[in-house]
C-alpha cells in the first residue's frame, strides 16, 4: 500500500434536524453510545460526536451535529449546516405537528447545504405504535415525494437507529468514493 493511500481519509459531516422532542438526541446517544434517556433535558446536548465504521476497508468517520435546543426557537443557524453532506430529518410518530414541520426543516437544509447531501427521513418512536398518528405508508410517501431515504426508528429499544446511521454514511461515500 502506498503512503496515499493511507493518508486517505473519510470525514462526513451529517446533522440531525426535526422539532423539539422528536427523539434527535437520544438518537444520537443510542448510535454513538448505545446510551437512552427517558428524561433527557432539550437543552442539554453536545455539539457533535465522532463515529466510525468500516466501508470497503476503509475507516469511515461521522462527525454527526445535534442541536442544543435551539430548534425550539426556529433558530438553527447557517453554521450548524455548513459543510453538512448527510443529513437526518426526525419526526415523532405519535406528534402529527412534527411530521407536518418536515417541509419546513427540508427547505431550511436545502437553503443551507448541499443539494447533494444524502437525506433520510426518520420516524422515530416506533415503539410507540399503538398511540402513532403517522402510518408507514404516510412516512414513505412524504420519502418518496422528496427523494429521502425513509426509515422508523426507536432511539429506546435500538431498533434501525444504527441502520439509520449507516445507510446515510454509506451513501455519502458512495458518492464520493
Ligand atoms: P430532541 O429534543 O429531539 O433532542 O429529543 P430528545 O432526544 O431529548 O427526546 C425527547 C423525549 O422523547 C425524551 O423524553 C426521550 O426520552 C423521548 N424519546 C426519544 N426517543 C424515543 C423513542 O424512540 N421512544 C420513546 N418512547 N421515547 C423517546
Ligand atoms: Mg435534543
Redesign the pocket.
Known amino acids: 500500500m502506498s503512503s496515499d493511500d493511507e493518508a486517505e481519509e473519510y470525514l462526513f459531516k451529517i446533522v440531525i434536524i426535526?422539532d423539539?422532542?422528536?427523539?434527535?438526541?437520544?438518537?444520537l446517544s443510542r448510535y454513538s453510545r448505545n446510551e437512552?434517556?427517558?428524561?433527557?433535558k432539550?437543552t442539554i446536548?453536545v455539539e457533535f460526536q465522532t463515529q466510525s465504521m468500516e466501508i470497503e476497508g476503509k475507516e469511515v468517520k461521522a462527525q454527526i451535529w445535534?442541536t442544543a435546543?435551539q430548534e425550539r426557537f426556529r433558530a438553527v443557524t447557517s453554521a450548524y449546516y455548513r459543510g453538512a453532506v448527510g443529513a437526518l430529518l426526525?419526526y415523532d410518530i405519535t406528534r402529527r405537528t412534527t411530521f407536518d414541520s418536515i417541509g419546513r426543516w427540508l427547505d431550511e437544509l436545502t437553503t443551507h447545504s448541499d443539494t447533494t447531501a444524502a437525506r433520510m427521513l426518520v420516524g422515530?418512536?416506533?415503539?410507540?405504535d399503538d398511540i402513532r398518528s403517522i402510518s408507514i405508508e404516510e412516512g414513505k410517501s412524504l420519502a418518496e415525494e422528496h427523494g429521502l431515504f425513509f426509515m422508523e426508528?426507536?432511539?429506546?429499544d435500538s431498533t434501525n437507529v444504527k441502520t439509520a446511521f449507516e445507510m446515510v454514511i454509506k451513501e455519502i461515500y458512495s458518492s464520493v468514493s
Open positions: 426535526g423539539s422532542a422528536v427523539g434527535k438526541s437520544n438518537l437512552f434517556n427517558m428524561h433527557s432539550a446536548g445535534d435546543g426526525v422515530n418512536k416506533k415503539d410507540l426508528t426507536s432511539a429506546k
